[in-house]
């Protein structure tokens, strides 16, 4: 069962065309990672998705929730704000850089929008941001500032926010890339636990070898389209494409 399908996406920015005629389609319980070279529009792919960006071009929709169709031309067309309010509710998205409010403790950064925005009773989200942090080690911390925690800490609390909504399939762009070697480690086993949990995820990443090992498939993007897909050991160790292999190649691997 789909839970996300992208249809013909292309995304220009001025006379930059970054995603040229991209189709892909992610199923409940399914682990995507988006491997490729900076520049070759990963990103942009993720932020077309969580609606961050609008798509010039192509198809858009969460099961039987549609973001947007295409015109007799191709161009998108959106959906209505009440239509789209409901769609973000399907997925949680996890930042690079974790954007945490500086000013909200812990706690609040969590529970700050399920209550404020979607109106939600104050306690069932307290209950349920309390049980998350604990899920991830941070029960301690809830009172804490970010500024407070380590690089780490506050990725994981970017992930118990992302969380907090029960979300269908979570979104992560470059989850370890502001983080030094020991803190990776950490959040990626948060992210193998989430595995583990059967919880469909799209990861754009530059952690080859955790690609390999998490993922259900793996999508190498060049140039702005989709250069191959498949199994992570078809794409990582026996790649059919030659722009795939030297990447990989200018990579150690």
């Given at each position: 069962m789909s839970i996300l399908s992208i249809q013909h996406l292309s995304k220009s920015f001025g006379d930059l065309l970054v995603l040229k005629d991209i189709s892909l389609e992610v199923n409940k319980g399914e682990i995507v990672s988006v491997i490729g070279p900076s520049g070759s529009g990963k990103s942009t792919l993720l932020r077309c998705a969580t609606l961050l960006e609008t798509m010039d071009r192509g198809s858009l929709s969460y099961g039987e929730n549609v973001v947007c169709t295409a015109d007799e031309q191709g161009k998108s067309v959106y959906a209505s704000k009440a239509q789209l309010l409901a769609v973000r509710k399907c997925f949680g998205l996890v930042f690079q850089n974790f954007n945490l409010f500086?000013?909200?403790?812990?706690?609040?950064?969590?529970?700050?929008?399920?209550?404020?925005?979607?109106?939600?009773?104050?306690?069932?989200?307290?209950?349920?941001?309390?049980?998350?942090?604990?899920k991830l080690n941070l029960a301690d911390k809830e009172d804490a500032y970010p500024c407070q925690l380590s690089g780490?800490?506050?990725?994981?609390?970017?992930?118990?926010?992302?969380?907090i909504n029960n979300p269908g399939m979570l979104f992560f762009d470059e989850p370890t890339s502001a983080l030094d070697p020991e803190l990776t480690g950490e959040v990626l086993r948060v992210i193998l636990d989430l595995a583990a949990a059967n919880m469909t995820m799209l990861i754009v990443t530059h952690e080859i070898e955790f690609a390999r090992n998490?993922?259900?498939?793996?999508?190498?993007?060049a140039g702005g389209v989709i250069v191959e897909q498949g199994k992570p050991d078809d794409v990582i160790?026996?790649?059919?494409?030659e722009r795939t292999r030297n990447f990989l190649a200018n990579l150690g691997k």
């Amino acid at each position: 069962m789909s839970i996300l399908s992208i249809q013909h996406l292309s995304k220009s920015f001025g006379d930059l065309l970054v995603l040229k005629d991209i189709s892909l389609e992610v199923n409940k319980g399914e682990i995507v990672s988006v491997i490729g070279p900076s520049g070759s529009g990963k990103s942009t792919l993720l932020r077309c998705a969580t609606l961050l960006e609008t798509m010039d071009r192509g198809s858009l929709s969460y099961g039987e929730n549609v973001v947007c169709t295409a015109d007799e031309q191709g161009k998108s067309v959106y959906a209505s704000k009440a239509q789209l309010l409901a769609v973000r509710k399907c997925f949680g998205l996890v930042f690079q850089n974790f954007n945490l409010f500086p000013h909200f403790s812990v706690l609040k950064n969590i529970i700050d929008a399920p209550i404020s925005v979607q109106h939600r009773d104050k306690n069932e989200v307290l209950k349920e941001a309390r049980h998350l942090l604990a899920k991830l080690n941070l029960a301690d911390k809830e009172d804490a500032y970010p500024c407070q925690l380590s690089g780490g800490q506050q990725q994981r609390v970017s992930i118990a926010r992302a969380l907090i909504n029960n979300p269908g399939m979570l979104f992560f762009d470059e989850p370890t890339s502001a983080l030094d070697p020991e803190l990776t480690g950490e959040v990626l086993r948060v992210i193998l636990d989430l595995a583990a949990a059967n919880m469909t995820m799209l990861i754009v990443t530059h952690e080859i070898e955790f690609a390999r090992n998490v993922s259900d498939r793996v999508v190498f993007k060049a140039g702005g389209v989709i250069v191959e897909q498949g199994k992570p050991d078809d794409v990582i160790l026996h790649p059919k494409e030659e722009r795939t292999r030297n990447f990989l190649a200018n990579l150690g691997k």
